[in-house]
């Protein structure tokens, strides 16, 4: 199984920067690893739902983004170290949220804005943007 562990978040301003890491372990009883997934970034504020924040593709040469943080966040993929990333720049309070890395089997990056289309979750890390 696939094990996915988060790190890199915390307590910033209003208009600071983050990254924050996703280290990727182990292989699937079928064989796969981790350059065989796509890979995302969700987050989910306190009362509401997990949103798909980023995703990127096996290759790392397709992204995709919601259109909430398009053009300040980059997610970022290294599959010699498997390691995923998300590079958050001019951060909001609106951003505060636990985010999550998800690994999916899927091909299409679309798919991947539906949370329920990835196989395996890491824990989470706590982001949280003060004004």
């Known amino acids: 199984q696939v094990q996915l562990v988060e790190s890199g978040g915390g307590l910033v301003q209003a208009g600071a920067s983050l990254r924050l890491s996703c280290a990727a372990s182990g292989r699937t009883a079928s064989g796969r690893t981790f350059s065989n997934y796509a890979m995302g970034w969700l987050r989910q504020a306190p009362g509401k739902e997990r949103e798909f924040v980023a995703a990127i593709s096996r290759s790392g040469g397709t992204t995709y983004y919601a259109d909430s943080v398009k053009g300040r966040f980059t997610i970022s993929r290294d599959n010699a170290k498997n390691m995923v990333y998300l590079q958050m720049n001019s951060l909001r309070p609106e951003d505060t949220a636990v985010y999550f890395c998800?690994?999916?089997?899927?091909?299409?990056?679309?798919?991947?804005?539906?949370?329920?289309?990835?196989?395996?979750w890491g824990q989470g890390t706590q982001v949280t943007v003060d004004s």
């Open positions: 998800a690994a999916s089997g899927a091909v299409s990056l679309t798919v991947l804005v539906n949370p329920d289309n990835y196989n395996t």
